[in-house]
């Protein structure tokens, strides 16, 4: 079977010594044939500053596309970008949305981001009760640090 750009790209970065040029030319033309795994690679590299200038307009825009398709952890990043109005015009509601469907799309995470909305309100209504459904999920699916002091604060998002 004859493999795609986008698992060319993968087998490609996985030499010692990877052709990023290449690798990031794959990725490319694997966005544009809308491979919604590229889209998420190459957003992470753009937001990180990963094999690439960091860029985080480009970075969001990339995540959008993956998150067109619902792909769960394209949907959490574009979340905080949204919440942070990090490449995209802040909404708290957008934000809630997206982490919303990260979480039924699998991303375990998000089930605290949806807790944390409810709980304080963002971009949805406070609830507190329905905050704690959330919370106990996302604790039953083993996620840590069920807590938000100091949240993004790693310098991934402005």
């Given at each position: ?7 060319k790209a ?10 990023i ?17 590229a ?7 753009y ?13 969001a825009?990339?995540l ?18 949204y ?49 704690d ?26």
């Amino acid at each position: 079977m004859m493999k795609n750009k986008y698992e060319k790209a993968l087998e490609l970065m996985s030499e010692s010594d990877p052709n990023i040029k290449r690798v990031i030319h794959l990725l490319e033309e694997s966005v544009e044939e809308g491979n919604s795994e590229a889209s998420y690679a190459l957003a992470t590299w753009y937001l990180h500053g990963t094999n690439l200038s960091k860029n985080i307009n480009k970075g969001a825009a990339l995540l959008n596309n993956a998150a067109d398709t619902n792909h769960p952890d394209a949907c959490f990043d574009l979340a905080i970008c949204y919440e942070k109005g990090a490449g995209v015009s802040q909404s708290f509601e957008k934000a809630f949305e997206l982490y919303l469907r990260a979480a039924l799309y699998g991303d375990k995470q998000s089930f605290c981001e949806v807790g944390r909305c409810y709980y304080y309100g963002i971009g949805i209504g406070v609830d507190k009760i329905i905050a704690d459904i959330w919370y106990e999920k996302a604790e039953s699916l083993g996620v840590e640090g069920i807590g938000f002091e100091g949240e993004f604060e790693d310098g991934i998002y402005p």
